[in-house]
């Protein structure tokens, strides 16, 4: 079994002390940021900033490859020192990249006509839409630059799919709340290239559009189911009782299960493939992102899922239900170990235990910049024969 540390190349400022640093808490890989969004992250033993603010949808290595209609755009960090080259050419730990896809601000202000697009129209920059042909092209493409350029052990793909209207974005403001069926109909894309790749598999897309349109602003003006549960089941009946519904969901999942099986045939074969299973909470709601979880699972070398529940009840059942998708097929977890999943040691012990009593290959933990120094120290003591508090 192989463990990893997630790690933004922001917090690597001396690479043999920092790699010194993560191999003494017994870490085998260390996944270094390759693409990355914007965001606002405080960082408790930053050797330099306290508080960090990283360029919008940039990426954090030197591209080589000839690129279409979307470009990406290098770091200036990167541009004046390429981070991701130096810890390969050191050997000491494996390393992979950690290549955010769709989830990119930046390329989707720049390109407003290759985004997500609710049913009223309403575009998500946030979001790049998987359904183009010139949004494929670049994910493609980078996946391929990377994995040819520099000496990884794997690629892990996050947001190769759809992201939901609540994943995240600046400043976001509401005075009502938004249930998981609101959130679910806000969505879906029905962008032009989605209402025709649906239409060519047959599906109604412009009367779904339409309909869900309606109920959207319905729900706007109704109460909202509290229970999270409960709200879970009702987007289950949706999917039972609206078949158009349905197979413009298994719709979706085809292209970005088709997606990642194109990144898998670009990218040399010596370099895994893997892709972060979900942005959700629970892995029951990745089909919102068109993931299903069994095909991707499928075209590439297995999943990476981020066990974010933050009671060991529900860490259990999250587990369970993966099990009882994925069978057999390869799978990786991905830990945070401390706030706001974890308040003992314990926990990380124990669910690491199910980890490996559930027979997974390999465990990772989120994230060496964002941990406090304490939390380090537990998986230190979890890897490690030191017990020094």
């Known amino acids: 079994m192989a463990h990893a540390l997630y790690t933004y190349p922001w917090n690597l400022h001396d690479p043999d002390a920092d790699v010194a640093a993560i191999r003494a808490l017994g870490i ?111 994910a493609v493409t980078l996946a391929a630059d990377l994995a040819a350029h520099y000496d990884l052990a794997r690629l892990l793909l996050e947001t190769p799919g759809y992201l939901g209207y609540a994943h995240g974005f600046h400043h976001e403001f509401a005075q009502l709340a938004v249930d998981a069926t609101l959130d679910a109909l806000l969505g879906l894309c029905f962008c032009g290239a989605c209402l025709a790749g649906a239409l060519r598999a047959g599906i109604d897309a412009p009367g779904l559009r339409k309909r869900t349109a309606a109920r959207v602003d319905t729900l706007l003006g109704s109460e909202v189911e509290a ?19 349905a197979a413009y969901h298994a719709w979706r999942a085809e292209t970005v299960t088709s997606l990642v099986a194109e990144i898998r045939a670009e990218v ?62 390869p799978m990786s977890a991905i830990l945070r170990p401390g706030f706001p999943d974890m308040d003992e040691e314990a926990q990380l012990r124990e669910r690491h235990a199910s980890l490996q009593a ?32």
């Open 28 to 138: 085998d890989e260390i996944s270094l940021a390759a693409s990355y969004h914007a965001g606002k992250f405080i960082q408790p033993h930053d050797a330099r900033r306290r508080v960090y603010f990283p360029e919008d949808g940039t990426v954090y290595f030197r591209p080589r490859r000839q690129y279409g209609t979307v470009q990406p755009q290098v770091a200036a960090i990167t541009a004046q020192r390429d981070t991701l080259q130096e810890l390969c050419g050191r050997g000491a730990v494996k390393i992979n990249a950690w290549v955010v896809l769709n989830h990119n601000t930046r390329l989707g202000m720049l390109h407003p006509g290759l985004v997500v697009h609710n049913c009223h129209g309403d575009p998500y920059p946030y979001s790049l839409c998987p359904a183009h042909a010139e949004v494929r092209e670049y």
């Open 227 to 245: 229970d999270e549960r409960r709200a879970w089941d009702r987007l289950e009946r949706d999917l039972q009782n609206d078949a158009e519904l």
């Open 268 to 329: 040399r074969p010596e370099v895994a493939v893997k892709v972060i299973s979900t942005t959700q909470r629970s892995h029951r709601l990745a089909y919102l992102e068109g993931h299903d979880l069994g095909a991707l699972a499928d075209v590439c070398d297995g999943l990476e899922a981020p066990l974010y529940q933050s009671s060991t009840r529900a860490f259990e059942d999250e587990l369970r239900y993966l099990r009882g998708q994925l069978g057999a097929a």
């Open 358 to 389: 559930a027979g997974l290959g390999d465990i990772a933990f989120y994230n060496y910049g964002l941990l406090k120094p304490s939390n380090l120290a537990w998986i230190r003591r979890l890897l490690t024969t030191d017990n020094i508090p």
